[in-house]
């Protein structure tokens, strides 16, 4: 494996072929697992690597490509992994693609979404372990600026393999400012329609009919959606309607759903404020009745909380309530530039989120509970040329049972992070962290260091320590080496067990201690 990547490292420029052009890119992410007795963690076999190789041509208004994926074995916690039949190599992708001016037409695995994916999306998230692109085809049809038309149709992929399942859907947008001549403004008036068909298995253990109530093999979502811009001014609303369907596998009978989105904005200057409300009914829609975990999921429900990158401030991510929650979130950002030196400036960022459950039959009490509060502020400042400093304050109360119980836990948390450059090409940068809390594991301490010798070498330690319950601390250290398009990191250290996240959806990873080699390369 090591000899490929070698071998794919050392192409540093865009091959021509003819009068097309070739373009590919190779990634890996191998995990050597070391038992660890103070994890209590000990495997059958030590090693994972998940790997990803991709190659596009174009010519003009063609293109195609494809993508293969080999996991020998896939990492831990890596659901594609755990599927029974889960392949070790697979062909995870391919397209042929014609884009003329007014339309185009991409036949292969479609990877799209309608509006902001409440009723649909197909994507990739490598470090999800998620792909649920569609295998058929995606015709887009423009009227000059006025009207943008989009139909999707094909089977949906579920890690490794495909769905029995079957998607279509159209998509429409209509931009009412061109058509009246607004040149000051945009309006757009959108809409959307997706329909899943998957024969119900009469001879399966489980009998929708009787046991649900879904006596259908058809799922119809409709999205409806209005999109505003004016002068620093912005707002965009999104409502959909889901028929009788099962949010999740755990649910007692199916039910219909419902989605409202509205995202208010406005900047001027170096002042920008927004704020997203977000209410979802049973919106939670799965890509196959018969399938299971993160990545059997139709459409994109992210949590709309502030991300961090943080470990403290990462520690407990909030996770979406498909069955039912209300909420959102407000962002005030203010920037102060000196006029004299523009090395030396001034960013202020308050954040707040909050959501609970949709219905009072969600929670033993009867009543609506908390499920996510995060009140938080951070100022940084560039003090001239070479230092920077950052500081961060996060309170954070989360209910750990999705707000069954009125139980919710606080943890408050504090960061510095200062970066100073003594020179073009040496760099560091150090934070340091604690997490304040009388409850759930008590509190935390950690730090990390990065010492960074541009353009190719950056070496980091480490460290994440509870001073509560478990007293155990997770280390990590390792370095990083890149020449033109191809970037090597080598790590070992021991992580903590719990949510990983990506763009607001989280996947679980259990606790493990072990040697790490990711490399990407492009060409």
């Not at 929670?363 to 009140?375: A, M, P, T, V, Y």
Request: net charge neutral; with cysteine.
């Amino acid at each position: 494996m090591i000899v490929c990547v070698c071998c794919v490292a050392v192409a540093d420029a865009q091959i021509r072929l003819g009068d097309g052009q070739l373009t590919g890119s190779f990634e890996t992410n191998t995990i050597v697992y070391v038992d660890d007795k103070g994890l209590g963690t000990a495997y059958d076999d030590h090693f994972g690597s998940n790997n990803y190789l991709k190659v596009d041509y174009t010519y003009k208004r063609f293109s195609a490509g494809i993508q293969v994926d080999a996991y020998l074995p896939a990492l831990l916690g890596y659901e594609l992994g755990e599927q029974d039949g889960a392949y070790r190599f697979c062909l995870s992708s391919k397209y042929i693609q014609w884009q003329d001016k007014n339309f185009e037409v991409l036949v292969g695995n479609v990877f799209d979404q309608f509006g902001n994916g409440l009723i649909f999306r197909s994507y990739e998230d490598r470090q999800l372990g998620i792909n649920t692109s569609l295998e058929g085809v995606r015709g887009i049809y423009r009227f000059g600026k006025y009207v943008t038309l989009k139909g999707v149709y094909g089977r949906p992929r579920l890690y490794t393999k495909y769905a029995g399942s079957w998607a279509r859907g159209l998509d429409l947008s209509v931009s009412l400012a061109d058509i009246f001549g607004m040149k000051n403004a945009q309006l757009f008036l959108e809409g959307s329609y997706l329909n899943r068909y998957e024969a119900l298995d009469k001879d399966s253990e489980i009998n929708f009919a009787e046991m649900f109530g879904l006596t259908t093999p058809n799922l119809d979502m409709f999205s409806g959606r209005l999109n505003f811009d004016w002068k620093g001014l912005t707002f965009r609303g999104e409502y959909v309607h889901k028929s009788k369907d099962l949010p999740n596998l755990t649910v007692d009978r199916a039910v219909e759903g419902m989605a409202a989105l509205g995202e208010v904005g406005y900047h001027y200057k170096g002042f920008s404020i927004s704020g997203t409300f977000r209410m979802l009914d049973n919106m939670g829609t799965l890509i196959s009745l018969y399938g299971t975990g993160t990545g059997n999921a139709l459409n994109y429900l992210p949590a709309l909380t502030r991300q961090y990158t943080y470990m403290l401030a990462n520690l407990n991510p909030y996770q979406v309530n498909v069955e039912g929650e209300i909420g959102g979130q407000v962002d005030v950002y203010y920037s102060y530039r000196s006029k004299s030196d523009r090395y030396r400036y001034w960013n202020f960022h308050a954040n707040f989120s909050t959501f609970y459950t949709l219905r009072a039959s969600q929670s033993e009490s009867g009543n609506r509970e908390l499920l996510w509060r995060d009140i938080n502020v951070d100022v940084e400042r560039q003090w001239n040329k070479k230092l920077k400093t950052s500081l961060l304050f996060s309170m954070q109360e989360w209910n750990p049972n999705h707000g069954f119980t009125h139980r919710t836990y606080i943890s408050n948390i504090f960061v510095a992070d200062v970066s100073y450059k003594f020179d073009r090409k040496k760099s560091l940068r150090a934070e340091v962290q604690y997490l304040l809390s009388g409850e759930y594991e008590g509190d935390w301490v950690a730090g990390l260091v990065e010492f960074g010798l541009a353009p190719r070498w950056s070496f980091f330690v480490s460290d994440m320590y509870n001073l509560g319950t478990t007293k155990k601390n997770y280390y990590n250290g390792g370095f990083s080496y890149t020449k033109n398009r191809t970037r090597i990191q080598l790590s070992y250290g021991r992580n903590r067990a719990g949510y990983i996240c990506s763009g607001g959806v989280c996947r679980y990873s259990p606790a493990y201690t072990g040697f790490n080699i990711a490399i990407t390369s492009s060409f």
